[in-house]
């Protein structure tokens, strides 16, 4: 079995900033993707950002130039740094991994269990 935790949301005005961290933990052989997703009250789950094994990244156009993603891949962590929020930036973000639990096994996705980044106006 795989864990994410994640730490490091909270409350900040508008223009602020906040690193969200990630840390996976378990049966791993190795990851994949790692990445950010978040859901906003009564809306979908959206990709954030989300940074592969070798190091390419992707992210959604309302957070290019504004949010970095980064990886740990000695330590099976992700980070996100946040800058210049936004109150449209408010929602629980959720750390995602998909996993390779062995050599040649098919990937598994797991999900963290989220952590709520609220920005005030």
């Known amino acids: 079995q795989v864990q994410l935790v994640e730490s490091g949301g909270g409350l900040v005005q508008a223009g602020g900033s906040l690193t969200l961290s990630c840390a996976a933990s378990?049966?791993?052989?190795?990851?994949?993707?790692m990445g950010w997703y978040r859901q906003a009250p009564e809306k979908q789950r959206e990709l954030v950002a989300v940074?592969?094994?070798?190091?390419?990244?992707n992210y959604a156009d309302s957070v290019k130039g504004r949010f970095t993603i980064s990886r740990d891949n000695a330590k099976n962590m992700v980070y996100l740094q946040l800058n210049s929020l936004k109150p449209e930036d408010t929602a629980v973000y959720y750390c995602?991994?998909?996993?390779?639990?062995?050599?040649?096994?098919?990937?598994?996705?797991?999900w963290g269990q989220g952590t709520q980044v609220t920005v005030s106006s």
């Open positions: 995602n991994a998909r996993v390779q639990w062995r050599p040649a096994s098919a990937l598994y996705n797991y």
């Open positions: 378990g049966s791993i052989f190795s990851i994949n993707a």
């Open positions: 940074a592969a094994s070798g190091g390419s990244t």
